[in-house]
Each structure stands twice: as C-alpha cells, then as structure tokens.
T-cell receptor, first 114, second 117 residues
Framework: DQQVKQNSPSLSVQEGRISILNCDYT??????FLWYKKYPAEGPTFLIS?????DKNEDGRFTVFLNKSAKHLSLHIVPSQPGDSAVYFC?????????????FGTGTRLQVTL | EAGVAQSPRYKIIEKRQSVAFWCNPI?????LYWYQQILGQGPKLLIQ????????DSQLPKDRFSAERLKGVDSTLKIQPAKLEDSAVYLC???????????????FGPGTRLTVT
C-alpha cells in the first residue's frame, strides 16, 4: 500500500526555469510533509517541510504547496540550477501513538540542463 | 559537526550468509533509524530507537533481521541468513528528538549498498 506517491520518475528542466515536483498521498492523518534531496552515493538530505495545517512554506528558492482537499503537494524550485540535479523524495509523517513514522515516496529524478 | 557515519559502504555476500552494518549517529542525537531502500523505491523504515530502546520495529523482518543500539549511541543491523531480496541500500539516520522539527528533520548517513548473490 503506497501511501505516498510520486508519479513522475523523472523531470528535465532548463537552468533558470521553474521545476515543479509533485506528490500525492492517501492518508489524511499525515501531520507533516517533507522533501528530501538525494545525490548519488549519499544519503537523503532534508530540504523543506510543511505542516498539514499550512498551505505554503517558502525557503529561498524552494516553495512547498499543500492542497489537503486534493491530498496533493508540490515542490517549486525557482530558478532551477544545475546543482539541483538530484533525486527528490516526498515524505510524510504519521504519529502512531508511540512514535512518529516517516513514509517516503518513490522519488523523482530532476535533471537541470544548461 | 560530523555527520552520520556508516560502514561498510559496500558489501557483497552469497545468499544464506550473514552480514552486519554499523552506524554512528550525530553526537547527542537521541533517535536513530534504520531504513532499507530497494532500487527504484523510497526508503522504508525498518526500526527506530529512542536512546537504546526500540520505539518501532513493526516493519523489521524479525526472523532474519536484528538490530541493537548499545549505550544509546552506535547501532548495528544484522541479517542472518540473507536472501536475494535483501539486496538494497541500508540507510542509517538520526535526529535530535521526538517532537516537532527536531524529530522529522532526520540526518542520513551515506548508506551501505548490499548485494546478495
């Protein structure tokens, strides 16, 4: 049961343009949503998060939008830079009563071209 | 600040053999996680420790996987015996606490790539 889905396995964007990465989820009880970035041979690094009670969070070039009614979130990167080329994972947290559990999507590989 | 350390980085074993992975979290981080990432999938939580106690091991295949975190610092994950489907990257992560941003802002190590032949 894939509760967090990233339906686009890859995305190619020109340098300077906007990158939009999408994520859908099924569990309305998730309380935080996160984006992680992963370079080859490295572990994922935390990028940005949003609480389930918010609809937007911005940090520099990165903005995450949350649409709870559609169970959809997106990550916008403006402007895109070659160093942004990586795999981006959407993740969501769920408090189980004893611990909070992080569920990841399958990832979207972003390539920023010159 | 030193990051999360993991060793070995790569391991190749035959099925039915045993293997162990080691993780040293960021100093002072109370919570430690082990994840399994199969090619083409996102990381899947195997076990979560709070200090040296297990908080969640619901997705750990306990018939072959075991993990411990002695003295609330380093941790080892063991697979015995290994199966072909255990081929994956095993990621260790740590976080400072269990609430708010201190919990969900997890810091990951580089991972151990396991190949079972």
């Amino acid at each position: 049961d894939q509760q967090v889905k990233q339906n686009s396995p890859s995305l190619s964007v020109q340098e300077g343009r906007i990158s939009i990465l999408n994520c859908d989820y099924t569990n309305s009880m998730f309380d935080y949503f996160l984006w992680y970035k992963k370079y080859p041979a490295e572990g994922p690094t935390f990028l940005i998060s949003i609480s389930s009670i918010k609809d937007k969070n911005e940090d520099g070039r990165f903005t995450v939008f949350l649409n709870k009614s559609a169970k959809h979130l997106s990550l916008h990167i403006v402007p895109s830079q070659p160093g942004d080329s990586a795999v981006y994972f959407c993740a969501a947290t769920l408090y189980t009563g004893t611990a909070s559990k992080l569920t990841f999507g399958t990832g979207t590989r972003l390539q920023v071209t010159l | 600040e030193a990051g999360v350390a993991q060793s070995p980085r790569y391991k190749i074993i035959e099925k039915r053999q045993s293997v162990a992975f080691w993780c040293n979290p960021i100093s002072g981080h109370a919570t430690l996680y082990w994840y399994q990432q199969i090619l083409g999938q996102g990381p899947k939580l195997l076990i979560q420790f709070q200090n040296n106690g297990v908080v969640d091991d619901s997705q750990l295949p306990k018939d072959r996987f075991s993990a411990e975190r002695l003295k609330g610092v380093d941790s080892t994950l063991k697979i015995q015996p290994a199966k072909l489907e255990d081929s994956a990257v095993y990621l260790c992560a740590s976080s400072p606490g269990t609430s708010g941003r201190a919990w969900y802002e997890q810091y990951f190590g580089p991972g151990t790539r396991l190949t079972v032949t």
